[in-house]
Each structure stands twice: as C-alpha cells, then as structure tokens.
C-alpha cells in the first residue's frame, strides 16, 4: 500500500474546507421580531426568496389577534412584510426597522424588531346637502344671513347635516316682504337647521305709489306751483294731475315736475285769468302700471 505522506492529508482537508461553506444553513439567517400594537388589532406576514443551498424560502405570519411573532430572514435576501388590518381596524404604519404605511423589507444582515401600529378608522364625512333660496312676487329684495347665503348673488348651499344658521329677508324701496314658504313660514327671520335637500321661497310684491298733494295758492293769469310729496318712489312709476272745481274738469297737467325739497316736487300750471276767485281742488294720480296699482292724493288751491 503506497504511504500517504502527512503534507498530503493536510492538502485534502483544506480543499474541503473551501468546498463546504462556514456555517450550517441555520447559521446565515438572522431572527425577525415583529410586535402588533395595540395587541390583537392586526397581523403581519411575509416571506423572503432564500436559494435552496441557503435552507430556501422562509415565511412568518403573525395572525390577526396576534401580539409578538418570530421569524427568521436568510442574511443573503430581503423579506418582505405587509399587515393584515383585523376587522374594523387601519393599518397606520410601522415602527422600529421600518417606516410608511407600505411594505416592509427586512435584510438577513442583523436581527431586526418591527412594530405594526393599527388604529380605528376615523368616520365618514357628515353627508351634505343643498340649500338654495328662491325668491317670488312682483316685488325685489335681500336674502341673507348665515351659511354664507347672499341673494344678492348667492342663492344656493351645501352644507353638513346638523348645519344650523338664520336668514332674513329686507325688501328694496317700494317692495313689502310678505313672507316665507317652504320650511319657514310668516315674515320673522329664519331659523334653519340642515337635515335634508332643502328649497326655501322668499315673497316680495311690490308696494303701491304713495303720494300726497300739499294745500296751495294761486293768482288768476299767472303760473301756480301745485305741490305734493313724493313718497314712495318705485322704478317705472308715472304721475298725473287734474285740477276740478266742483265735479267740473278744468284741466288736466302733464307732469312736468320740478324737485323743490328732498321730497317735495311741483307742477307749473297757468292759471286762467277768467277763472273766478274760489278754492279749487287738485288731484295727483301715482300709478305702478307694472304691478297695475294707482294711489290718489287730492289737496284744496285756493285762488285770488
């Protein structure tokens, strides 16, 4: 048998030594701790894609109702962790080895502890609805008030359920207010609170011309001023004057008329000079033929 010399088997031993790796399979993984916060709220799983010379694919799941689990991550691949929400629960984020609210990767480098937060979803939005104002009637006017309602050039909402705010209504000169319908009613401000679509109607009729003949004087042959006030002036509205003497018609005045005071105008009429010393009566006539309405105002002219 030939003698194998010492140096040999020295020889041999090494090249096993290079050929077999330094460390059991077991030996190149690294432990992953994953804890569950609060307790029970969620889960964790994953796996990393070890070679099979390096013990294979290694998994962990850490079940819903879970509080601490273990696993184990070969140092040569990543694993990657996803959590699993328990019912009525959120995934918030992670904690520890990893951050975000995405996937977790973990290397078999170190030993790696991961916390998984969960929380409780916060609730829906309260659900919202729209509010709009509508106005009617012959008259004008302002809607307005809280929620940001200004009719004027806003009429329409959207507001959240529970939504409370008030609304009044102001009529423009020669209009009157007459009320509210829908879920206010009567003329007094609105109270509301938002439960549901809602259509709210605001009424304006416009108000009939008022005016006033003022007692004046006159000289046969010359120019009379027949006085009045004016005092509701409504946009469109036109005016007429007859002057009588008993039941007789003496003159009708087209109107001309001038401002004297802040609301007292005049109409010129030439008294005739045939026309005998007396008191005469003059009539001034405001009509709105928009809303088909007429006021009367009649006052005494005494002429000398």
């Known amino acids: ?10 020889a041999l031993a090494l090249a096993v030594l290079v050929l077999v790796p330094a460390a059991s399979a077991r030996a190149l993984h690294q432990n992953v701790t994953v804890i569950i916060d609060p307790p029970g709220a ?34 040569c691949s990543t694993m990657n962790l996803m959590a699993d929400p328990a019912p ?7 904690g520890g080895d990893c951050s975000g609210t995405g996937g977790c990767g973990v290397g078999g480098d170190v030993p790696h502890t991961v916390y998984a937060y969960f929380g409780v979803p916060a609730p829906p939005p309260p659900p919202k609805y729209d509010f709009t104002v509508t106005k009617t009637g012959t008259g004008t006017g302002y809607v ?7 009719c004027g050039p806003v009429c329409t909402g959207s507001f959240t359920s529970g939504t409370a705010f008030q609304l009044i209504a102001l009529p423009d000169p020669g209009a009157d207010f007459k009320g509210w319908s829908g879920p206010c009613t009567g003329t007094a401000p609105c109270q509301l609170t938002v439960s549901g679509a809602t259509t709210l109607t605001a009424e ?12 004046s004087r006159a000289t046969r042959g010359e120019v009379a ?8 002036q409504i946009p469109g509205h036109r005016e007429g004057m007859a002057v009588r003497k008993g039941s007789r018609l003496l003159a009708r005045v087209a109107l001309a008329h001038t401002r004297r005071e802040a609301d007292v105008y005049w109409i010129a009429w030439r008294v005739p000079k045939t ?11 405001a009509i709105d033929p928009a809303a088909d309405k007429r006021a009367t105002s009649c006052a005494p002219l005494r002429v000398r």
Request: hydrophobic share 40%; proline share 6%.
């Open 88 to 94: 009525g629960r959120v995934f918030t984020g992670w």
């Open 275 to 285: 026309l005998a010393p007396g008191t005469l009566t003059f009539c001034i006539v």
């Open 204 to 215: 304006f009729d416009r108000l009939p011309p008022s005016v006033k003949a003022l007692a």
């Open 1 to 10: 048998m030939a003698r194998i010399f010492p140096w040999v088997v020295a």
């Open 42 to 75: 969620g889960g964790v799983h994953g796996c990393d894609n070890a070679p099979a010379q390096f013990g294979g694919v290694d998994c962990m799941y850490c079940g819903i109702g879970s509080s601490v689990c273990q696993g184990s991550v070969c140092e």
């Open 225 to 232: 001023q027949l006085r009045y006030r004016l005092l509701t």
């Open 144 to 150: 307005g008030g809280g929620g940001g309602i200004d």
